[in-house]
């Protein structure tokens, strides 16, 4: 009969240590510096293909970005700041089993403009 009281003790350990996880999980992405990893400051000329922004740096690194008033700056030399995100993309085909796309993409917080036009621009 003490099988069951053995079984069970195991279980309750189990659950209690399982419920104490994610207190401590939450505890870690409250730390400062979590947001500050995903931190961008990057220089660029900024482009739009479509309904898409990209930031062409010099070094050929090429980063989506989106925010607000950024079509004001297409063309320019610009030096945004802001935080690295993902955008999910739906990719199912229809009738097709369900499918996304995730992509790295800038949310642009702050954006200077350099002054001066993008190589090749018109």
């Not at 104490?20 to 990893?37: F, K, N």
Request: with cysteine; aromatic share 6%.
């Amino acid at each position: 009969m003490q099988m069951p009281w053995k079984i069970l003790s195991a279980f309750l350990t189990l659950v209690f240590s399982v419920q104490a996880y994610p207190a401590a999980s939450q505890a870690d992405a409250a730390q400062p510096g979590g947001a500050e990893a995903n931190r961008v400051v990057a220089q660029g000329c900024l482009q739009r293909s479509g309904w898409q922004y990209f930031l062409n740096e010099r070094d050929g690194t090429q980063e989506q970005v989106t925010g607000s008033k950024l079509k004001e700056f297409v063309g320019h030399e610009i030096e945004i700041t802001g935080v690295r995100g993902v955008r999910t993309v739906d990719n199912t085909p229809p009738g097709g089993a369900s499918s996304v796309i995730t992509r790295s993409v800038v949310n642009v917080r702050t954006v200077k403009d350099l002054g001066k036009g993008c190589p090749g621009a018109n």
